[in-house]
C-alpha cells in the first residue's frame, strides 16, 4: 500500500486571520443591528411621546394657563397631530459598526430631530386664525411662541379674562381673550417659556436618553440569541 504524506502550510499570518474573521462578524453583526432598527425606533417613539406628553406644558395647554392664554382651538387634535408628525420624523440609523478579537461595538442614533424644529412649526395645526368682534383676523403662532420665544415680550397682544360677558360670548375656552393691542405687551408665562435650546420637547428627550440606551442595548442583546 502507497502511503502519500501531504502537509498543509498556512501562509496567512494570526493577525490576518483575526482580521478576516472580524471582518466576517462584523458582517453579522450589522445584520443584527439592521434587523433591531425597526423594534428600536417604535420602542424610541413610543417612550419620546410619553415624556413629551409628560411635560406641564402638554398639561396646561389642555385646561391650564396656556389654554387660557394661547386660546388654541381643537387643541386636543392639534397636539396629537404635531406630536404624530414629530415622531414620525425620528428614524434610527447604525454607523461605524467595529468588530475586534473580544469585542464588537457600533453606533445607533437618533436621527431627524431638527434643531429649529421647522418641521412641526409649519404645519397647520402650529398656529391658527383669531378673528375679534370686528372682524379683524390675526394669524397666531402659537407653538412658534411656546417653543422659541422665551420671555420675550410679543407686542400688540394683551390677554384679559375681562370683562366676563364679553369673553363669554367670543372665547374658545371661556377663560379669557387676547385683544390686539397698539400698545399691548404679552409673553408666554414665564414657568411655560421655551428657547430653542431649552423647550418642552428638548427636556422630554433630555429625560429619555438614559432609557433610549438600554432600549438600544437589550434589542441588540435579544436578537443576538
Same mark, same amino acid.
Do not use: C
Given at each position: 500500500?502507497?502511503?502519500?504524506?501531504?502537509?498543509? /502550510?498556512?501562509?496567512?499570518? +494570526?493577525?490576518?486571520?483575526?482580521?478576516?474573521?472580524? /471582518?466576517?462578524? %462584523?458582517?453579522?453583526?450589522?445584520?443584527?443591528?439592521?434587523?433591531?432598527?425597526?423594534?428600536?425606533?417604535?420602542?424610541?417613539?413610543?417612550?419620546?411621546?410619553?415624556?413629551?406628553?409628560?411635560?406641564?406644558? =402638554?398639561?396646561?395647554? *389642555? &385646561?391650564?394657563?396656556?389654554?387660557?392664554?394661547?386660546?388654541?382651538?381643537?387643541?386636543?387634535?392639534?397636539?396629537?397631530?404635531?406630536?404624530?408628525? #414629530?415622531?414620525?420624523?425620528?428614524?434610527?440609523?447604525?454607523?461605524?459598526?467595529?468588530?475586534?478579537?473580544?469585542? #464588537?461595538?457600533?453606533?445607533?442614533?437618533?436621527?431627524?430631530?431638527?434643531?429649529?424644529? *421647522?418641521?412641526?412649526?409649519?404645519?397647520?395645526?402650529?398656529?391658527?386664525?383669531?378673528?375679534?368682534?370686528?372682524?379683524?383676523?390675526?394669524?397666531?403662532? =402659537?407653538? *412658534? =411662541?411656546?417653543?422659541?420665544?422665551?420671555?420675550?415680550?410679543?407686542? &400688540?397682544?394683551? #390677554?384679559?379674562?375681562?370683562?366676563?360677558?364679553?369673553?363669554?360670548?367670543?372665547?374658545?375656552?371661556?377663560?379669557?381673550?387676547?385683544?390686539?393691542?397698539?400698545?399691548?405687551? =404679552?409673553?408666554?408665562?414665564?414657568?411655560?417659556?421655551?428657547?430653542?435650546?431649552?423647550?418642552?420637547?428638548?427636556? %422630554?428627550?433630555? *429625560?429619555?436618553?438614559?432609557?433610549?440606551?438600554?432600549? #438600544?442595548?437589550?434589542?441588540?442583546?435579544? +436578537?443576538?440569541?
Amino acid at each position: 500500500m502507497a502511503h502519500i504524506l501531504a502537509s498543509l /502550510e498556512i501562509i496567512e499570518s +494570526n493577525k490576518e486571520i483575526a482580521k478576516r474573521i472580524a /471582518e466576517e462578524l %462584523a458582517k453579522r453583526v450589522k445584520v443584527i443591528f439592521n434587523k433591531s432598527l425597526t423594534q428600536i425606533e417604535q420602542e424610541a417613539r413610543l417612550m419620546i411621546g410619553l415624556a413629551i406628553e409628560s411635560q406641564p406644558e =402638554w398639561d396646561s395647554l *389642555q &385646561g391650564g394657563v396656556l389654554q387660557a392664554e394661547l386660546g388654541v382651538p381643537e387643541v386636543d387634535i392639534r397636539l396629537t397631530n404635531i406630536l404624530n408628525a #414629530f415622531l414620525q420624523s425620528i428614524k434610527v440609523r447604525v454607523h461605524d459598526v467595529k468588530v475586534g478579537a473580544r469585542s #464588537f461595538r457600533g453606533l445607533i442614533s437618533l436621527e431627524g430631530l431638527e434643531s429649529d424644529f *421647522q418641521s412641526i412649526l409649519t404645519l397647520e395645526d402650529a398656529s391658527y386664525v383669531s378673528e375679534n368682534a370686528k372682524g379683524i383676523q390675526t394669524d397666531i403662532p =402659537w407653538l *412658534q =411662541w411656546l417653543l422659541l420665544e422665551g420671555d420675550v415680550t410679543i407686542a &400688540g397682544y394683551e #390677554f384679559k379674562t375681562t370683562p366676563r360677558k364679553v369673553v363669554t360670548k367670543y372665547s374658545r375656552t371661556g377663560l379669557g381673550l387676547m385683544f390686539r393691542r397698539v400698545t399691548g405687551r =404679552w409673553r408666554i408665562p414665564p414657568q411655560f417659556a421655551g428657547t430653542i435650546q431649552d423647550n418642552f420637547i428638548t427636556r %422630554a428627550l433630555v *429625560q429619555v436618553d438614559k432609557k433610549l440606551d438600554t432600549i #438600544f442595548r437589550q434589542s441588540i442583546a435579544k +436578537n443576538f440569541k
